[in-house]
């Protein structure tokens, strides 16, 4: 069978772009059976992000790979990160990264019992913020990078980014104010259960403690409530106070939410050393009685005598 001379010069010429674009180095195992084009050429994905998955309002951190999968290395890798709504970040977002090995360096410089070459790769991390209305569901982000700076060549990559609601909100209410302490009402008001529960009076002027300022809870459901009491004595010109609700949302981070909660108390209550201050007030206001009604009866005894004899020689003048 004769093969034209056309059909020949094309299967040469295809021969040779691909000899020149890819190479197999069969003599590497982690290289063996793959295909690596001849120039710099980056991967990227996305490790992880902290925490997961993230929360509208919240802030969280994302580490994203870079590899060079070319046989060349990139002279000088740069690395920029675009974010649109529902995201943003104080940090820079340029990376100058510099000289990127490619895979063939990153073979000469494999270990013995290396499994995974990490000369070629390059690991970045940024601090990104949620808007507070962000929308759950997944939302991206997007990584530019360039292999020779910005004339070198381009890579657009899209990592998603999975926002849920995993956090709650708590209604917080004095019920009620005595020498017995004052009680507070908490309920979960938001859609997401809350574990580990802790609530505490913050530290403010006018606010007399005799006990812990904070409580455990426990675990508190979606509409669940319950009441927690403590030994405090807020002065009469104390109009609120802040309560600090601290709880582990659904995806396992420990939040903090504080709480301004008005309060009306009739008098002032009183615990522990007050009410003995205060007994010992009463005792101090009660003692004149019993000290004037003794000496009214010592004073009884003392005139007796001389009363018996008046009234003894006014008998013998009748």
Same mark, same amino acid.
């Given at each position: ?87 943003? !970040?104080? $940090?820079?977002?340029? +990376? ?5 090995? #490619?895979?063939? =360096? &990153? @073979? ?68 009620? !104010?005595? $020498?017995?302490?004052? +009680? ?5 008001? #938001?859609?997401? =259960? &809350? @574990? ?74 009183? +615990? ?47």
């Amino acid at each position: 069978m004769r093969i034209s001379s056309f059909v020949l010069a094309f299967i040469l010429l295809l021969a040779s772009v691909n000899a020149a674009v890819y190479t197999v180095n069969v003599s590497d195992p982690l290289s063996a059976g793959r295909f690596f084009p001849t120039d710099a050429k980056f991967e990227v994905e996305t490790l992880k992000y902290d925490p997961y998955p993230v929360s509208p309002g919240d802030s969280f951190d994302v580490w994203i790979k870079v590899d060079n999968a070319g046989q060349n290395d990139a002279p000088n890798a740069v690395f920029n990160l675009v974010l649109s709504y529902p995201f943003s !970040s104080k $940090d820079e977002l340029r +990376t100058e990264y510099g000289r990127l090995p #490619g895979v063939v =360096s &990153a @073979t000469k410089n494999q270990q013995p019992g290396e499994t995974d070459m990490q000369v070629n790769q390059a690991i970045l991390k940024y601090r990104i913020k949620v808007a507070d209305d962000a929308p759950p569901g997944a939302s991206s982000i997007v990584l530019n990078s360039y292999t020779n700076g910005n004339g070198g060549s381009q890579y657009s990559t899209k990592l998603p980014i999975s926002i849920g609601k995993t956090k709650t909100d708590f209604d917080v209410v004095m019920q009620d !104010s005595s $020498d017995q302490g004052t +009680t507070f009402a908490i309920a979960n008001a #938001g859609e997401n =259960s &809350a @574990t580990a529960v802790t609530i505490k009076v913050k530290d403010q002027q006018g606010i007399a403690f005799n006990g812990a300022k904070s409580s455990i809870i426990g675990n508190l459901a979606s509409g669940d409530f319950t009441t927690v009491n403590f030994q405090m004595a807020p002065s009469r010109e104390v109009k609120e106070v802040t309560i600090q609700v601290s709880y582990t949302d659904r995806a396992g981070i420990r939040n903090t939410v504080e709480k301004v909660v008005p309060i009306s108390i009739a008098r002032a209550a009183s +615990t522990g050393a007050q009410a003995a201050q205060q007994q010992s007030q009463r005792n101090r206001s009660q003692s004149p009685s019993w000290v004037y009604g003794l000496g009214g009866f010592a004073a009884g005894l003392v005139l007796m005598p001389a009363w018996r004899r008046i009234r003894r020689k006014k008998n013998e003048t009748e």
